[in-house]
Structure formats: C-alpha cells, structure tokens
C-alpha cells in the first residue's frame, strides 16, 4: 500500500486535466455562453434524521455522508455500489450478485453471521436485500458509521444506511427519466406527486423498470447469458393531513428482480503457487495437511464458465428470482408542542436461486453441485412508538419502545443430480423451517444544554431477542462397524456391519438480552464549527448451533455439548470511541468534515471444530460457531465540498482503515503453516504446535480496504444563447479503494481498484441531457475472491488434529467475480 499517496496525486493530476480539456471547447465560444454574475452560490444545507428528529447535516454529533436527490442524479447513482464509491469508510462488493448485501462500514467486516451493518427505508428495518430497490425516487440517503444501535436497533453496530423517500407535495409535479446504453442497459422510469385534496390528502406514486445485458462471455455455451439483471418496481405514499396536529403516511412498494447467474468463474488449482501439497507417495499422498494457496493478487479472467444450460435442460433458469412487498403506516401527532409518532411496518419476501456451486461450468459431477434454493413468504413485522420532547427546549428527550418478528418461511432445497439431460425436471424438497426471530426494545435518549455552546446526550437501547428453531436432523450410514444408538434404526447386514438410520429431533429456544448505551459531548466553537466525541457499544445478534444436534454424533456427545453452552452463541460486541470536527467555510460555500475513531470488538462470532464420536464407530470433526474472536479498528474519515465559484464545484473523501485481527484461531491457516511432522494421532505436542500455526493475530480483517478515497469535479456554465435557459455541465467522478484480503490468512487479495466515471450534458428547469462513461478505464478488479475446492482433484492428507488415520479432501482452487465493464449511456429526464 506504500503507492497509494501516488495513486491518488496521479488521479488528482488526471482529472484536473480532463476537467480543462472539456471546459477549453465552451469557454472559447463566447457567443454561446451565457454571461456569469460574480460570485459564487452557497452549498446546500442538508437536513437529517440520523437522530429520528430533523438536525442539520453539520451541527448532528455524528459522521454522516449524506447524498441529496440531486446529488444521486447528478452522478447518475443507480445502486448501493455506486454510493460506497462516494463514502468514505463504506465498502460495498456484490460478489454473488444481487442474492445478498454484505456492507462494510469502519471496517467492521462480517467473518460470519449476520452483517454487521444494515439498511433502512424511512428508518424502517429491512430485511434481505435492498438491492434493486429504485434510487430515483428518494429525497437523500444517509450513510450513518459507527454504532447505531441506541435509536435503529439491532444489526448496526458497525452504521446504517437510511433511505429517505420522496414525500408527497401539495403541487402537482412528476418526472420522467429514460437510460439506454451499451452491453443491453436500458432503465425507464416515471413518478407524480401532488394533491388528491388541497392541502388533506396528497399522493405520490412511482414506476422503474430496468435492465443490463451481463458484462462477461459464459466459456460453457459462448453467450453472455451470466451477469444480466431485470428490475421492475411500484411504489406510492398516502399523505393525509385532516387536522393541523395530526398526520398519517402510508407508504407501499414491490419490487422484483429476475437476474441472470452472476458472472464468476473458478481459476483451476494448476495456478496456486503457494503451499503447494508435499506429495509422498504418488499420485495423491500428502506428508501435511497443505493443500495449495494462490498468495498476491487474484488473477482478473476475462470469461467466466457456468453450466447455464445444464439448468434449462433440467427444466430451471440459473439465477435469481427476489420478489419483496413493502408496507409502512407513520401517524404523527402534535401535542403541546410533544411529538407522539408510531411506526408500523410490513414485509414479505420470496427468493429463487438456481446456482451453478461449481462454478466451473463442468458436468461431470451429475449435477450434484447445480443448487436449487427457494423461500416463500419470508415475512417480518415491526411496531414502533415512540414520543419526542420539544426540540427547541433547553432540556430535551426522546423515549420508546419497539417490537419486531421474523418468521423465515416455507423452505425448499434442491439440486440436478441425475437430472441434466433426462427431460426429467428437477424438485424441490421440503425443509426444516428456519429460525424465528422476536425483538422487544426499549430506547431513548436524553439531551441537555449545559451552556449555549456546550451539550450533552445520553442515548440507550435495551433489547431481548428470542429465538426459535424447530427441526430434525437425518442421518444414513451404510456397512457400518457398530451398531447405533437409540437414536438409530439399526439393521445387522450377512457381512457382520450394520446399516444405520438416525434421526434426532430438535427444538430451540434462545434468548439475548443486551443494553447499548451511546454518549456525546458537542461543542459549539462557533456558527461553522461543530466539535463532539463519543462513546457508543454496539452489538451483533447471536443465535443457534444446529450442527450440536446433528444426528451424526452420538447421543452422549451431543448432550456433552449441550452441557459446555454450544448450542448458542453470544452477541457480540464493539465499543466505538470517537472524536469529530464539522467545519463550514468561505461564506457557506464549502465544508470539512473529519473523524477519527477506535474500535475494541470483542466476542467475535468464529468457526470452532471438535472431534466427536460417530454413530457407527469412529470420529469425524463438528464445527459450530463460538464466540473466540477479537479484533480493533483504528481509522480517519474525511470528507470535503467546496464551491470554487460559479463554474467548479469540487468533493473530496478519504477514508482510513487500520481493521487488525488480535485473536482467532484459524483451522485452515494452521493446514497452511504447519509443516509437520504429523504423528498420528497429532495430539498434545503435535497439536499444540498445529494451533499456534492458526494464530492469526495481527492480520487485517478481510474484505476491508486500509485506504479509501473518492474525487469529483463539476463544471457549469450557461449556454443562454445555444439554449434557452440552458446551462452545460461537466462532471468526473474518481475513487480508489485499496486492496481486500480474501481470507484471515492474507494470502490472497483483490488489488487495488481505481473507478472513473465521467458525464456531460445540459441541464434547463425542466429537462436534463447527459451521456456518460462509467468505469471508463475498464479497471478489471475483482469484485470478489472465494476461497473454494477443486471438485475433481483429491489428496490423501494426515486427518484434522486431534484424530487419528487419514482423510481424502480436495486441493484448494478459487473462484472469481469480475466487475462490470466500461458502460456507455445516454439519460434523459424530464420534469413537469
């Protein structure tokens, strides 16, 4: 990372010096330019509800990036990456698509479990992903880092991402936009708002449809038939006002995506060239447990291999299908100047996914690793009220209470084995129902003006989360060398070994309950300068360890576990401690706003292993998830916008990440470094020296870039004369995100990416022009590396300390996500 402070001054160098070739062309035509009026204009000033009450951007004791309706079109924003582009100390990657959203704020990366950040539409929690969701018809988003979990709840110990959608208007009003660009992209969309009753009743309503042909030729059939995406969604809001201290929004939208398998592709294990397997007796004998790394950057392919028509001739389309239905009721009442708000909330989900596990395209596994998945009905309901003191009052505070349920819905599972080629369709098989989730919150937050200047605010959350989990776990083993337990059907076989059934019914019930303080000290060095530090504990959700249960392991063991509390896994914790200055200058016309923060995180949810006895005779090795990790982020976020004057309008952003690992145990990294010798069993010194070997203190979390940056410029100048009221625009946009670890070990990494986006076009009060060019370099950095096997390549390798004898697994491979390639469009909107 050494190169980075270059990288960024060579980009700076480039992107003053296209601003001026574009601007050269306009300013040398005198006759179309429309004479400017000295001065320069003020920034706009950004009104949040990071807090759930209306607080300006810069005074709000917190590090918000905050992106305006204008903001989004004028850099033309389509999606959740294109935001973490913009964001300092937010990391976005769709390595699998659209089939679920990993955010990476402050480097708080998710090793397992549920993110570590969430998202939110109208400060309403959303479940899944919210990907596709239409970016056109929202006021602002809010990028909120740090802990959240005082005033949002659950899951955003690291932020939150709040989507703030347009309000109905007592003018009638509408916009219509169209795209249409290269590799297939075409993107309409339309939306009205106003009055239905002067003044009582007031509407709006929304529409977007979209699509984009995949990027990546697919090696199996010669198509681009991977990486496509299709997206329609409706939306609309009731706003009614019958008196002047009471108020209602209903607000409703459905979206669907039917997406096309996303692009990746497994390199093949001929290219690792690390820790290479340390063959003894030819072809497959292993002296260690090493079973082949690639170490540096990931290779960037250009073509990506996918059985797609493995899945048509099975009677199924590789992809994604996600249908969501969204509903919220906000009644707001005003009561001698105390503000009494409900929030109701409804949500439903059903998800499709036809995924090629292989990724290599191959057949020769009969299908096996061609996966069906389908959820129907995932449905989730929430119930919020809460009141709110008078803002304007010396002493201030908010209180409320909060309910939440998820119910997982009906689950299905399947996969082509023995299908492909028959004509016969493949099923879906009925699976154990998921987990059930109930919350129950208190919260609320107290505020006090010690002097006009000087104030303090206490902010907390305490939860109870239940869970629920109801299932049987199946087990069949053949020839075995014992009889099974009472669990077991055992039948004796003619060559004295038995055939076993096993079957152990499950039933959970977990409960966590939390307490999540949040304290801020602002200080007022005058009407720019905003200075605050705080303190805030956030958390991350437990849950439950089926894999206890399993019908493979004999009765007592299960019960030993059971006993040492692995049937559950705790919380876990971060304590944030930050110090931030918010400073407005040059008359309104540019801010700068910098944090600096630590991070203690502790009770990291982990993959623990154990050797257990099998029913039947033997060991085999459990895995279950322990809370052993413990991790500290140390980090800067800075963010810069400036009106240089009537015609340049610039934004900075710098963010870094120093995400250090300080405890954790890594199984796959103690294979990788421990050359041996293996007794058997390699027990006590032998195992010893094997776990010291996994220790992975002091490397970087992975998926976290240390360095993050973005630069963009706009150029503005009227055109009067060329058209009426008619103004020419220039805008590039630049950002660097610095390299990602794959894994704990720090082998393998994606490298660094450097994004340019340029657009230019005109703009006059009712329609705006423009043609673009998104990643206009081709970067080729992948959005993704998937530490994977190679399916039909075995070694024979000393088995897992402590057990003893022998084990065939795989050689290691990976498998890559290429980005989108360089898009050309054109947009028009229009606004009547």
Not at 38 to 65: C, F, K, M, N
Not at 90 to 114: H, K, M, Y
Not at 242 to 256: C, G, I, K, S, V
Request: proline residues 5%; contains cysteine.
């Amino acid at each position: 990372m050494s190169d980075t402070p270059n990288v960024i001054r060579a980009s700076v160098r480039r992107l003053l010096a296209v601003s001026a070739a574009a601007a050269i062309p306009l300013v040398a035509m005198p006759g179309l330019v429309h004479a400017q009026q000295p001065g320069a204009r003020a920034l706009e000033e950004i009104v949040v509800t990071a807090r759930r009450a209306e607080e300006t951007l810069q005074e709000v004791p917190l590090s918000i990036s905050a992106f305006t309706a204008q903001d989004i079109e004028d850099a033309g924003l389509r999606s959740v990456e294109d935001l973490a582009l913009q964001t300092p100390g937010f990391s976005f990657r769709s390595a699998f698509g659209r089939t679920g959203d990993r955010p990476v704020i402050r480097g708080q990366s998710n090793i397992l479990g549920e993110p570590n950040a969430s998202f939110f539409i109208d400060g309403v929690f959303v479940s899944g992903s919210i990907s596709g969701y239409d970016l056109d018809n929202l006021e602002r988003v809010e990028v909120i880092r740090g802990p959240q979990s005082a005033l949002f709840g659950r899951r955003t110990f690291a932020g939150a991402i709040n989507y703030i959608t347009r309000q109905p208007t007592n003018e009638l009003e509408g916009q219509a936009n169209a795209t249409v660009g290269a590799r297939g992209l075409f993107e309409t969309g339309l939306s009205l708002r106003g009055p239905i009753i002067d003044d009582q009743l007031l509407f709006q309503v929304n529409a977007r449809y979209f699509e984009r042909d995949g990027h990546y030729t697919n090696d199996v059939t010669g198509q681009r038939d991977v990486g496509g995406q299709e997206s329609r969604s409706v939306g609309g809001t009731l706003y009614w006002l019958p008196t002047d201290n009471f108020e209602a929004r209903l607000r409703f939208n459905w979206t669907r995506n039917d997406d096309e398998h996303f692009p990746i592709v497994r390199i093949g294990s001929a290219l690792n060239n690390c820790f290479l397997p340390n063959i003894v007796a030819p072809p497959f004998t292993a002296e260690t447990r090493t079973r082949g790394y690639f170490c540096g950057s990931a290779p960037r392919p250009d073509t990506v291999a996918i059985n797609t028509d493995g899945f048509e001739a099975a009677g199924w389309s590789a992809g994604l299908i996600r249908e969501a239905f969204r509903y919220s009721l906000v009644l707001d009442w005003t009561l001698a100047d105390y503000q009494l708000t409900s929030v109701t909330a409804y949500n439903e989900n059903t998800i499709f996914s036809a995924v090629d596990q292989d990724y290599s395209g191959i057949r020769g596994f009969g299908g096996a690793f061609e996966t069906l998945t389908y959820t129907k009905d995932a449905k989730d309901y929430s119930q919020e009220l809460r009141i709110m003191s008078p803002r304007d009052e010396r002493f201030r505070w908010l209180g409320g209470v909060y309910y939440y349920k998820e119910k997982p819905g009906n689950q299905f599972t399947g996969n082509l084995a023995g299908t492909i080629g028959t004509g016969v369709q493949a099923t879906l098989t009925p699976q154990a129902t998921g987990v059930e989730l109930e919350n129950n919150a208190v919260f609320g937050m107290v505020e006090f003006d010690v002097t006009d200047q000087f104030t303090l605010t206490a902010e907390a959350r305490y939860a109870r989360d239940k869970l629920s989990l109801d299932g049987q776990s199946n087990f069949v083993l053949n020839n075995a060398a014992e009889p099974g337990s009472e669990s077991c059907v055992t039948t004796p076989t003619e060559a004295g070994t038995f055939n076993l059934v096993c079957t152990n019914a499950f039933s959970f019930n977990e409960t966590f309950s939390n307490f999540l303080p949040r304290l801020t000290a602002t200080y007022l060095l005058n009407e720019d300068v905003t200075l605050y530090g705080l303190w805030a504990r956030g958390n991350k959700p437990g849950g439950i360890n089926s894999s206890v249960e399993n019908a493979q392991t004999v009765p007592q063991r299960r019960a030993e576990l059971a006993q040492l509390g692995l049937r559950q896994f705790d919380e876990e914790e971060a304590d944030t401690f930050e110090l931030g200055v918010k400073t407005t200058f040059a008359e309104g016309r540019g801010l700068f706003n910098v944090a600096l923060y630590y991070i203690d995180w502790s009770n990291q949810q982990l993959t623990e292993t154990q050797a257990v006895d099998r029913e039947g005779g033997g060991q085999f090795i459990t895995s279950y998830i322990a809370n052993l990790g413990k991790s500290e982020v140390k980090g800067l976020e800075a963010e810069f916008r400036y009106v240089l004057n009537d015609f340049w309008t610039v934004r900075a952003a710098y963010a870094y990440q120093d995400a250090e690992i300080k405890e954790y145990f890594s199984s796959d990294q103690a294979d990788l470094f421990f050359p041996g010798p293996y007794t058997n069993p390699c027990d006590g010194p032998c195992e010893a020296a094997w776990r010291a070997a996994g220790d992975t203190s002091g490397n970087r979390l992975p998926l976290v870039p240390r360095h993050q940056a973005s630069l963009s410029a706009t150029f503005r100048l009227g055109t009067d004369n060329l058209i009426a009221g008619s103004e020419y625009f220039f805008r590039m946009d630049y950002s660097y995100e610095g390299t990602r670890y794959a894994q704990v070990h720090n082998l393998i990494d994606t490298g660094s990416a450097n994004i340019w986006n340029f657009r230019t076009g005109f703009d006059a009060e009712n329609w705006t022009f423009s043609v673009f060019v998104n990643n206009a370099f081709n970067d080729n950095t992948p959005a993704g590396v998937l530490r994977y096997v190679n399916p039909a390549a075995f070694i024979n390798v000393p088995a897992q300390p402590p057990l003893p004898g022998r084990q065939t697994t795989n050689v290691r491979d990976f498998a890559i996500t290429p980005p989108l390639k360089r898009q050309v469009g054109a947009s028009l909107v229009y606004r009547f």
